[in-house]
């Protein structure tokens, strides 16, 4: 029996390139051209968890919720003001640490109910429950009771003089939402019910629609659809917006550089969000502070700033940036200076040993400094603080770790902290940072417990002074007497960089940014305010 | 039939001077180099005479790098290997000597854990330590004993039967006698192979968990993380991040296989069976 | 018997052989189904019992950056709302008896409940490395049967290839796959699987998955093709073949008769064996690939700490290779009557 037949593997690969050939032929062709009144954006965080106790829009900035006040500026070079947006006019003091606030009126949630003052007094009260253990609870601490006062206002009671409009920012949700259960429980979280222009439409793992509510109280918005698509790889999102498929996303600052191109621009946001090193006080070396002195002068920000952040950053020297007006102290800075560095050194009898590094009564000048290992940028920037100071003597160990971990080595070993999630109040900004330890402190608030003399107090007295010219002055001295005896390293302020395609839209102008991650910021902080 | 014999003596022992120049290569280079310092300045710099690889992400010279690279990883799976190799050894030698239902029960506990797909509980226990070498030296070792196991325990349960033992028992020989002269030997030659086999994979976990960011820390050099950072720098053109430690990991995992299958064929033991 | 009568007997379908091999495959089947359940629970008190170990803290996973500006009395409260401060035998009791139940817990990573996330993502790895594993099978053979039969260069070149690519890792072989053709050649998408703002269409799917789907077939051809190749030469090599290339059959019908019976077929059900490498695969390469299955969560659930998530993926993980290997060994005695399998 002879049977005619071709050899059975020709036959397979010839049907193998046949579909391989289709498929190429298919992915050839134009992508479906999408809506005009559509943006696309990559988002590196995972999708979901939309909701205000998660830290969702906890200052005011998001499509879905409004708070009592928001962000308003023209520029990212200034502290933003705070202007009304659910509440109908700023807050009036009606007493020491009593206010006052007007809500407007014809309001309604996405959901179809109206916004009154139970929704605030609600969503306040379960801010502060620890049965909700709401991550942003810290945010509103000032704030001591919120109570209704007829339908449409509220009374506010806080701690200190101060103007409570920085702690008033959270979105606020409806009453009936509310739940006595942990944060990342609630049906908030898939299923948003919020004031603000958009609406979530779906949720999948990998994205994320929101549409334009009809029942908005403002302006409908010009971009109708928002797609947030989830690419938590900084290269994939490149290359996605290199080939068109996102219209925006975030990168690192390395990275906008191989975007930019004639239909992809690239931009810089300026923002309050530090990042520097602290020091643990069971260590000789760094709980003298002489050391840490000549540590400050021994870094080259400005180096730093040019090489890891490509540019995209401003040098910090303490908590306090340019953009605080007033209150900045322009004369508050550590200029780079390794020879004098080593002379204070010497001075205080940290001398050389045989391998270099120094040491002072048999003490070395060595400690692990440790960083969040899922963080590339804070890796990069342990990693250049430790090369920075090798050469005066001074081994640094970097290592990769979680915040876990870190918390049980504070005494120990130095780690590369950042701040600056709520900026827009100089004294949320810098209290926590610089002020000694009390016994609730967060471990991540001054670790080393270390301190300058007359510091406390004047740190006290400035958050207690109201706004004006006393309260800049006091900041002035914070940032002096800090300078003289400091307690960590502060390396830079981050620019946030992101990149977009150019699709004929009139972009709000991006303003100052907390310590965030991802699309919410950026060119699109405010996407209903986007016009043709 | 001569020149047979004579090709296949020529072309034997290539693997073992290949592994040997990687090892050595690990070793000696970074001890030349010296301590490195980072510098961002000349980061993602393409190869050229004064950095023959290039430079990597963090302004290291490639070349080092990747040999420091290399000597983590091939430590962290020779440790591995090791372990899973003692810990396979000894349970096998217990089972096969303690026989009965003891044994049964041994190897259905060995099936079991051969069965558990490796690097998903690689993954679990490396992320439960997050970046601790022993963590990912226990995870890695924890599930690949079963096959040490199996084979020394079947080695064993031939050997015992074997015609000259049996003499050697009917001599008057003691327990211990025949241990040390006859099982050891024959134990330790399986033992050997079975690590020897084991340690490409070994690296090849390793560095899949530190690539997958379980594994060893994000600054330090290793085979894995050179690779996670890789998948960076290639999309700013940086090709030479990709090449060098990728083409470093696959000629270490070539001259490893090829050399455990010469090891396995040398050293094929007696079957245990005389007459 | 003599071979080839047992050869004929195979291909052939008496009524006899249906219950001579089918019987002792069931009967290993049911043992080692039974072997599973046990299996499993251990491996469920193990994973509870080695995280009760770990120094790690739940609370950093759920907090994330959040994690640094909480006070201790916040973290307290926190640990006591989520339950975190119970023993760990007690934790997996509650685990096990909702699991019975049908109620997975929930995700901390997707904010959703687990079975949700299952639902969602499995048809994803499903389709994919199902698709490999069937692509990665149907080429192996073709290639071990042709590079058996043939010999000389083609199967000099198939064993290079294979030992080849059994030293390329699956993360490396993903890498270069994007390099060359998404970044490079451009030819197809970095990631995903579907356009951004789009539905999951079907041409969408095939453009997306042509890169993932390639790097998982590479990734289980060579032992498959080692393993067949080494059958198919066994086979050939046999006193019965002989017998049978002396008669003068060659080529194809010799395979289709002779050889594939006692070599092909036993190899393809050793397929099921192979889970545990398909599964590692496909958890890479859902990473780099960013292709929305289950594999791609298994790593960010590990690495976020989210218990529940973790602990279903991997029991179920476990259960699913128990049960493949329990199933392949089946068809492996059910087919070759000289695989004399007891259990």
């Known amino acids: 029996m002879h049977l005619k037949t071709r050899p059975s593997a020709v036959r397979v690969a010839l049907a193998l390139l046949i579909l391989g050939a289709t498929i190429v032929g298919c992915s050839q062709s134009s992508s479906p051209r999408q809506s005009r009144d559509q943006i696309t954006l990559a988002e590196a965080q995972e999708l979901g968890s939309y909701s205000p106790f998660a830290s969702y829009g906890e200052l005011g900035v998001s499509p879905i919720y409004e708070g009592l006040l928001r962000p308003q500026a023209d520029s990212d070079a200034e502290i933003p003001n705070l202007v009304p947006a659910l509440a109908a006019a700023a807050p009036e003091s009606i007493g020491p640490g009593r206010w006052r606030l007007q809500l407007r009126e014809g309001v309604t949630f996405s959901d179809g109910s109206a916004f009154d003052s139970t929704d605030v007094v609600a969503t306040y009260a379960a801010l502060k429950d620890p049965a909700v253990a709401s991550e942003i609870a810290t945010n509103v601490a000032p704030i001591t009771a919120v109570t209704a006062d007829g339908p449409h206002a509220v009374i506010i009671d806080v701690d200190t003089e101060t103007d409570p409009s920085p702690y008033l920012l959270t979105g606020i949700v409806p009453s009936e939402k509310v739940e006595q259960v942990p944060a990342a429980d609630w049906a908030l979280n898939v299923a948003p019910v919020g004031t603000g222009p958009y609406r979530l439409d779906s949720l999948r793992p990998d994205q994320a629609v929101m549409v334009a509510r009809e029942d908005y109280w403002g302006e409908k918005p010009q971009v109708t659809r928002i797609v947030y698509t989830h690419t938590p790889d900084d290269n994939t999102r490149a290359q996605r917006i290199i080939a068109g498929e996102v219209d925006g996303a975030s990168l690192p600052p390395r990275l906008i550089r191989s975007v930019q191109s004639g239909d992809v621009s690239t931009v810089a946001v300026k923002s309050a969000d530090w990042r520097g090193v602290s020091f643990p006080a069971g260590q000789p070396f760094t709980a003298d502070p002489q050391a840490r002195l000549a540590m400050n002068l021994g870094v080259d920000r400005t180096a730093v700033i040019r090489d890891v952040l490509d540019g995209h950053g401003r040098p910090a020297y303490t908590p306090i940036g340019d953009v605080y007006g007033d209150a900045y102290n322009p004369d508050a800075t550590f200029t780079f200076d390794a020879t004098a560095a080593a002379a204070i050194l010497d001075r205080a009898g940290w001398r050389p040993g045989s391998d270099g590094i120094r040491e002072k009564d048999g003490a070395r000048a060595e400690f692990e400094l440790l960083y969040n290992a899922s963080d590339t940028l804070r890796r990069d920037l342990s990693v250049a603080f430790a090369s920075a100071m090798k050469p005066l003597g001074i081994q640094v160990d970097p290592r990769g770790s979680s915040w876990d971990e870190i918390d049980t080595r504070f005494d120990t070993s130095a780690v590369l902290l950042g701040g600056g999630s709520t900026p827009y109040s100089i004294d949320s900004q810098v209290y926590d940072t610089l002020h000694t330890r009390v016994p609730d402190s967060s471990p991540y608030s001054n670790p080393g417990n270390f301190t300058a003399p007359g510091l406390d107090e004047l740190l006290e007295r400035a958050r207690q002074s109201p706004s004006g010219v006393d309260k800049d002055a006091l900041y002035r001295d914070v940032q002096a007497s800090y300078i003289a005896q400091p307690s960590n390293v502060f390396l830079a302020f981050l620019d946030h960089t992101y990149a977009y395609r150019n699709l004929g839209w009139k972009q709000t102008a991006p303003i100052l940014e907390p310590h965030s991650h991802g699309v919410t910021w950026g060119p699109w902080w405010r996407l209903n305010a986007w016009t043709r | 039939m001569s020149t047979l014999v004579l090709s296949r003596r020529a072309v034997t022992g290539w693997p073992w001077l290949l592994l040997a120049a990687i090892v050595v290569a690990a070793v000696a280079v970074p001890l030349g180099a010296g301590e490195q310092l980072a510098d961002f300045s000349r980061a993602l710099q393409p190869p050229s005479a004064a950095h023959p690889a290039g430079t990597d992400h963090f302004g290291y010279d490639l070349l080092i790098r990747t040999a420091q690279g290399l000597q983590i990883s091939l430590l962290t799976a020779a440790s591995c290997a090791v372990v899973a190799t003692v810990l396979g050894a000894l349970i096998g030698v217990g089972s096969a000597l303690a026989g009965g239902w003891v044994d049964a029960a041994v190897m259905r506990v060995v099936d079991g854990v051969n069965a558990l797909p490796h690097l998903v509980v690689g993954i679990v226990i490396a992320a439960m330590w997050r970046g601790e070498p022993l963590a990912i030296i226990a995870s890695i070792g924890l599930t690949h004993w079963p096959a040490v196991a199996r084979v020394v325990r079947a080695e064993l349960l031939a050997v015992t039967d074997a015609g000259w033992v049996q003499t050697s028992r009917l001599a008057g020989a003691s327990r211990w006698f025949i241990a040390r002269h006859h099982l050891v030997p024959t134990v330790t030659g399986q033992a050997v192979v079975a690590m020897v086999m084991l340690l490409p994979h070994a690296v090849w976990h390793e560095s899949t968990l530190s690539f997958l960011g379980v594994g060893l820390s994000p600054d330090r050099a290793s085979l894995g993380t050179l690779l996670g950072q890789a998948r960076g720098n290639i999309l700013a053109g940086a090709w030479w991040t990709l090449v060098v430690p990728a083409g470093s990991l696959i000629l270490t995992a070539l001259s490893f296989a090829a050399a455990a299958s010469e090891t396995r064929r040398r050293s094929e033991p007696p079957s245990g069976r005389v007459w | ?343």
């Not at chain 3, 189904?33 to 120094?55: D, E, H, K, R, W």
């Not at chain 3, 070149?157 to 270069?176: D, I, T």
């Open chain 3, 1 to 343: 018997m003599v071979a080839t009568e047992r050869m004929d007997a195979l291909t052939t379908e008496a009524p006899g052989w249906r219950r001579d091999r089918l019987r002792p495959a069931a009967r290993l089947l049911g043992i080692r189904v039974l072997i599973a359940v046990p299996v499993t629970l251990a491996v469920s008190v193990g994973m509870f019992g080695v995280a009760a170990l770990s120094p790690l803290d739940p609370l950093a996973a759920y907090l994330g950056d959040n994690y640094q500006f909480a006070t201790q009395s916040q973290r307290e409260a926190m640990r006591a709302a989520y339950d975190l401060d119970q023993p760990w035998w007690e934790a997996w009791w509650h685990w096990l008896t909702a699991a019975l139940q049908g109620d997975l817990g929930w995700s901390s990573t997707q904010s959703l409940p687990v079975s949700t996330v299952l639902a969602e993502r499995m048809p994803f790895t499903l389709g994919l490395s199902g698709t490999a594993l069937l692509l990665g099978a149907v080429i192996a053979l073709v290639l071990g049967c042709v590079a058996g039969m043939r010999g000389g260069t083609v199967d000099r070149l198939c064993n290079s290839f294979a030992v080849a690519f059994a030293a390329v890792p699956p993360f490396v072989m993903s890498l270069a796959l994007v390099t060359v053709f998404a970044v490079g050649l451009r030819w197809f998408p970095t990631s995903g699987a579907r356009p951004p703002g789009g539905d999951h269409t079907g041409a969408g799917l095939l453009t997306y998955s042509v890169l993932p789907l390639s790097a998982l077939v590479v990734s289980q051809i060579p032992w498959l093709l080692l393993a067949t190749r080494a059958a198919v030469l066994e086979a050939r090599d046999s006193d019965a073949v002989r017998a049978v290339r002396a008669r003068g059959v060659h080529g194809w019908p010799l395979l289709r008769a002779h050889i594939a019976p006692v070599s092909v077929l036993p190899t393809l059900a050793l397929i099921g064996t192979r889970l545990p490498e398909l599964i590692a695969g496909a958890a890479i390469v859902e990473t780099v690939f960013g292709w929305p299955g289950v594999a791609a969560v298994l790593v960010d659930a590990a690495v976020a700490l989210d218990f529940s998530l973790s602990a279903a993926l991997t029991v179920g993980a476990a259960l699913a290779v128990l049960l493949g290997s329990a199933f392949s060994d089946a068809a492996a005695v059910a087919l070759d009557p000289r695989i004399g399998l007891r259990a």
